[in-house]
């Protein structure tokens, strides 16, 4: 069954009535949940598939596939507005689109991110549609010593990832990985539980970040009692239009299609999603960047890089899922669920013998990703209106929505009062000068090294008894990971010792020169 | 005067009779929420949530499965346990998970199988072994031989008290192997790492590669047995583990909970419920379809199975 | 700039106590559980450690700014009815308990005008209700109400 076999198969299965509902509810049902703090793409397909039982099988699942690429792209629009992120990818959003939304450009931040999420999710299908096996088979090589070099790769971003005071910056990822050791360990040691049960399961991920980014942002905005400013910087106008000028769209081009490629790849990885992705992106940005110091004050990249990193991931994340059935993200575990319980199982067979129906998903899918951008061009203006509620009306609105938000992801108020820890925590830190986003990353990344240093001497036990360094250097991907990783940690140091020596040259023949 | 009083006598005991009747209307008379402590769209949440959706037309009302996560499933199972015995409330459980968690004595789980009224075993899935088409392993014999002569790794679906775990502690306490528990973090990793290749087979489930043992796509496997007292209807060309005569069984199971107190007429009226539900085939179908093998027990056959797994775990001196 | 560097020892030491504390109790731990959890705390430590040290050597280099308790006010009293809130939802109910707190929260702000509050209100808490009790069936915590 070759590619356009497959393609003219699927237009029968895509052009119904109950596919092109099933795209429009998953594009616009997917926007409000991922915009929702605490409600993620993961819960949202997961609470929509009893929806879908009546549904015939490609608008299923192409539902489900619209509501993951549109939610994660949702995620950014409160992550602009109010500093909430709505997904855990767009965490890295929120440090320069919401500072972007302080300065009255809230629609030029909206303009962008949904131009880079279309980009990178078409990006994604596009990989999807044409080289989606061989990439699968490459997955495959990545196995538990490298997924821990890529955590630990991962943490190293934060030291880069802290503007301003790394010391600082660090410390916040060190506070992530201690939270991240509480709970059961992978070999099913309870740690740092102190007696309480409910804290077995660790530390969500999601209560966490809405504590910490959410909360704190309430707390933050309670200063501000008693005066009647809007959230917006200048009362009066939003600049910017929702399309980026021409001028800068070329500009940021080539690191969106960058991003874009990185999130696929990370997409493909089953041990990584959107999460880890856009703080990839974000790091991608600032390395190439020539202003580095911006960050974080409300510029383009800030927003561009993460959103189509994030959006990415999404059809990458699908490629092993559909050929191997391993789900490339936490979203796509649960597609797997909703694929079993419409009789499609995931394998080399959907390629085959259901061709007509897969692909009538991957292409249904890059409709979306353009369904998406068009939903979110429309809704840009209105959505902006948000920077201008006036504050007290609105600090009661995003504790709510947090409120449920962390409630709604375990359904358990034990998770509530640990988000309102966190967002004591946050606020704490921010007022300290200590960045609250590494936590956030060492929160997802710590867990992930610990899991796959465990798995990975489990499995160099059965490789004749070496250890697990052993078993790591003797992968030619890990060797290759190393070296990144070691270049990534010392180029800053070599770039600055090769100014310094430059200065040192050139510093002497100006001051020779002024002698004269 | 006595038309009057006719009249009110009438009214009383008309009113006195739609009370009464109101007393006695039968349960359930309202929503019925399934609380399962498991993420949305995984194989325990799908497993309850066809049995939801079996049982709600049988009962009449709304049956919804609630996803309570958290406390290592045992936040969701202590709201199945504190909630009042009218039935309006029960639970999903999956074992061995169940009595691993409250086995571990860091886990600080003050229950015991027997703090809830067990109502039914629904779902049961036996555990296999799985190779890749290509191993150098072509029976369970094979494999076991291999592994009374050297370490390997078999990948699990989850670490030290899962099913997949605990069938290769057995497999070593009883034949002297040395395999090591892979402690993957669930399936898929598991997965990752037989296709990957660094582990010489996966312990997992017939519902894990039901569709797969059969085929030769590029994501086949080769099923070496099935560790169940009879063949499996799913994968009915596979031999069982006794069958080529290692006397093992393991399996993962998912059931119906409820706490202590519940009403025994309410008791009643579940498991006739499911019992109907086990005889309909489109039920069977549809739990097959997903991979899902249906054998129902019920109440001290269920607890004496209980019985059995946790007598199993407590000779592995796991913790 | 003094009072600055004095609040980054006081955490820097906070960090280093809490390090040790949690420390000492992985000395049960088994294998790997207890490596990687050593590794973890042992970076902690060491990062704490170096904060403690910067704040005492650093005495030329401007400290960060000095951080006012008393801006604390505002922000501690939202995070008090915040915790008042989640309590509530947790005994009352979910929509009975917004209903009470998120106009409590628009008065504590300085807020006056009455219709835009209850059309905040009831608006938001409508759309909760349409999403999560309709479309997605999620239990919200009991409630006198729903």
Known sequence: MTIWEGISQAFAHLFTLQAALGLVIGVVGGMIIGALPGLSATMGIALLIPITYGMDQTAAILMMAAIYTSAVYGGSISAILIHTPGTPSSAATCLDGYPMTQKGEALHAIGLSTTASVIGGIISAIALLLIAPPLARLSLNFQAPEYFLIAFFGLTLIGSLASGNMLKGLLAGAIGLVVGLIGLSPEVYARFTFGNFKLNGGIDLIPAMIGLFSISQVMVLGEERGKHSSTVKEEAVIQGRFLPPAKEFVGLLPLILECSVVGVFIGILPGAGGDIASWVGLNLAKNQSKHKELFGTGIPEGVAAPEAANNAVTGGALIPLLTLGIPGSSTAAVMLGGLTIHGLNPGFELFSKFAGITYAVIIGFLVANILMGLVGWAAGRYLTKVSKVPIPILLPCIAMLSIIGAYATKQNMFTVYVCLIFGLLGFLMRKYGIPTAPVVLALILGPMADEQIYQGTMQAAGMGGITFFQYMMSRPICLVLLGLIVLGLFSPLISKLISKSYKKKYGEVGEAAEDI | ?319 | ?146
């Open chain 2, 1 to 319: 005067m006595k038309k009057f009083a006719a009249l009110a006598l009438a009214v009383l005991l008309a009113l006195s009779l739609v009370a009464c009747g109101g007393k006695k209307k039968e349960w359930p008379t309202g929503d019925i929420t399934i609380i399962c402590p498991f993420a949305a769209g995984g194989a325990m949440d799908r497993s309850a949530r066809l049995v939801a959706e079996f049982l709600g037309p049988k009962l009449g009302v709304n049956v919804t499965v609630s996803n309570v996560e958290g406390g290592g499933n045992w936040i969701g199972y202590g709201q199945v346990l504190e909630a009042k015995g009218d039935g309006y409330i029960l639970g999903f459980s999956n074992y061995p998970g169940q009595v691993g968690g409250y086995l571990n004595p860091k886990n600080n789980i003050p229950h015991t199988f027997k703090s809830f009224t067990n109502v039914a075993d629904i779902v049961h899935d036996p555990g296999i072994i799985a190779v890749l088409p290509d191993s150098p392993y072509q029976t369970l014999g094979d494999l076991i031989e291999a592994g009374k002569k050297e370490a390997l790794t078999i990948s699990t679906g989850g670490a030290t008290g899962s099913d997949d775990d605990v069938l290769i502690r057995l497999i070593n306490q009883k034949y002297g192997t040395q395999f090591v528990p892979g402690g993957n973090k669930g399936d898929s990793d598991a997965k990752t790492a037989l296709f990957g290749k660094v582990v010489v087979a996966q312990a997992c489930n017939v519902s894990n590669y039901y569709d797969k043992y059969n085929t030769t796509g590029e994501d086949a496997v080769r099923v070496l047995a099935v560790f169940d007292n009879e063949r499996s209807s799913l994968m009915p060309e596979i031999a069982t583990a006794k069958e080529q005569g290692i006397d093992l069984v393991s399996s993962s199971d998912r059931g119906m909970v409820a706490c202590k107190e519940l009403d025994p007429a309410v008791l009643e009226k579940i498991v006739n419920a499911l019992k109907e539900i086990e005889k309909d085939p489109k039920f069977i179908e549809t739990a097959n379809k997903q991979g899902m093998g249906i054998h129902m027990l019920f109440g001290a056959d269920f607890e004496a199975f209980i019985q059995g797994v946790e007598d199993n775990m407590k000779s592995l001196n796991l913790w």
């Open chain 3, 1 to 146: 700039m003094l009072k600055g560097r004095i609040q980054d020892l006081v955490i820097g030491v906070i960090a280093v106590a809490i390090g040790i504390f949690l420390f000492i109790q992985t000395k049960d731990f088994p294998g790997v559980t207890q490596l990687f959890s050593r590794i973890v705390l042992i970076i902690f430590l060491v990062i704490g450690a170096v904060l403690v040290l910067t704040s005492l050597i650093n005495g030329k280099k401007p400290g960060p700014e000095e951080v006012h308790i008393k801006d604390f006010k505002n922000p501690m009293l939202i995070f008090l009815i915040i915790l008042v809130y989640v309590i509530m939802i947790d005994k009352i109910g979910f929509f009975v308990a917004s209903a009470v707190i998120m106009p409590a929260l628009m008065l504590f702000m300085g807020y006056r005008k009455p219709i835009p509050m209850i059309a905040t209100t009831i608006g938001t808490l409508g759309f909760i209700y349409f999403l999560f009790v309709t479309q997605l069936h999620v239990r919200l915590p009991a409630d006198l109400l729903f």
